[in-house]
């Protein structure tokens, strides 16, 4: 590992590096470091209250979930005690290859206990729905699903460039977590707005850089 791609943060089961900081400047798409970050955030700070309701799935996990079956599957997914939660949070990728991080555009998508409904945004014209479905579909017997559990893509503010896929998903999960958990009145169109995204990035690497510090 090269000096310049020295460990930033070990913060739970997430390690990031330089490298994943730098995606943090303007105008970088956001690998799986950054995302599993901000889930574990969630989990251990930010939403950290609610964890009997909400799970946060890792984009790590999620990937996996994709490709596995059978026993492999619920090796992974039983301990996760999804069946217990309310809310089901997890980042979609449309990587194809198994073995590798990497793909291009990320989105987010709820399981709603109540609703009994697998719910997706996506910031550029559903051009996840299909991955997203499949994960659904696999998720199903280990979420406490019923088998008609109907899988809607919702109306989701939309990037204006290339790169910000990965803060606009993690914005909505944020907003989703403060309607569904803190109870907030603002819908995900007037809470997720480009100016508020490009806020976010920010926003992560200061957070990430102050976390950094206090290891120090």
């Given amino acids: 590992?090269?000096?310049?791609?020295?460990?930033?943060?070990?913060?739970?089961?997430?390690?990031?590096?330089q490298s994943d900081l730098s995606l943090l400047q303007q105008g970088h798409w956001l690998n799986d470091n950054?995302?599993?970050f901000v889930f574990e955030y969630f989990e251990h700070e930010q939403f950290c209250s609610f964890m009997e309701k909400v799970a946060f799935i890792s984009p790590q996990v999620t990937q996996f979930i994709k490709f596995a079956s059978g026993d492999d599957l619920e090796v992974f997914l039983t301990p996760l005690d999804l069946k217990s939660k309310d809310f089901v949070l997890c980042f979609i990728n449309n990587n194809q290859i198994r073995t590798e991080a990497g793909g291009s555009h990320w989105s987010v998508m709820l399981f709603h206990r109540e609703l009994q409904q697998f719910l997706h945004y996506d910031s550029m014209c559903n051009m996840n729905a299909g991955v997203a479905q499949q994960v659904s579909?696999?998720?199903?017997?280990?979420?406490g699903a019923e088998e008609q559990t109907a899988f809607v893509n919702e109306e989701c503010p939309q990037q204006q460039n290339s790169y910000d896929c990965g803060l606009f998903a993690i914005s909505v999960a944020e907003c989703l977590c403060n309607i569904h958990l803190l109870e907030e009145k603002k819908t995900v169109k007037e809470a997720v707005t480009q100016e508020r995204v490009t806020k976010k990035?920010?926003?992560?690497?200061?957070l990430l850089l102050k976390l950094s510090a206090s290891q120090s």
């Fill in 201 to 206: 990035r920010e926003y992560i690497r200061n």
């Fill in 137 to 143: 579909v696999k998720l199903l017997p280990y979420i």
């Fill in 1 to 17: 590992m090269a000096e310049s791609d020295k460990i930033v943060l070990s913060y739970h089961d997430s390690l990031l590096r």
């Fill in 34 to 36: 950054v995302l599993s």
